[in-house]
């Protein structure tokens, strides 16, 4: 096969990744309007579990100082869609832009996401701290943890399964991982032709 037509094939296989990529960017910003609503069932689950591990905490915080964190919580919530997309608009993260490919499809693809989810609920830390919460209940290992400059990490998994969009960026991005790798097995047979071409003319 010549080299120009090889060039062909491999322009068609660009084509076809740099249509999937415009696919899987738009996935990623769905991902973004859907990830607040999974994070706020969370963070009032995780609230509501830290308020009955410590009841003593909630007995001296009063009704007012627990109405006050009920309206920190809430602004949180309300802060969230600005916080999601914050947390996930740095696009040399995203998956088929590269930074997971070398730990393997799958696994480097949730590891976005899951790292996402996780950023997020973490500014539910804060408001723990302020409260008496963060400590973890007697009896359980601990959670939050206080890593300085007003961040918090939630240290252990936090159970995020998925968003609806996640299962169609997981078909997509398969289909993303063939084109990049034929592409690469195309670019590589190109160079060895265009090598020999130039050989066999000088």
Known sequence: MKSADIQAEVSLLQKQRDTLTVQLSQL??????????????????????????????????????????????????????????????????????????????????????????????NHLGPVLDEFGLLQAPEGQGIAWVRLGDARYNYSINPGFDST?????????????????????TKQKELARVKAKELWESA
């Open 28 to 121: 990623v910003q769905r991902f973004q309007t859907e990830l607040p609503s999974v994070a706020e069932k969370w963070i009032w689950r995780e609230v509501e579990d830290r308020i009955g591990g410590h009841p003593d905490t909630v007995a001296a915080l009063g009704v007012e100082k627990l109405k006050l964190l009920k309206t920190k919580v809430r602004e949180l919530i309300a802060s969230l869609p600005k916080i999601a997309v914050e947390e996930t608009s740095n696009s040399a993260d995203w998956p088929h832009y590269g930074k997971y490919t070398d730990i393997g499809d799958g696994a480097g693809m949730s590891q976005f996401f899951h790292e996402a989810f996780r950023k997020v609920i």
């Open 164 to 184: 609806p969009v996640l299962s169609t960026y997981e078909h997509v991005y398969k289909d993303f991982r063939n084109v990049e790798e034929k592409l690469e």
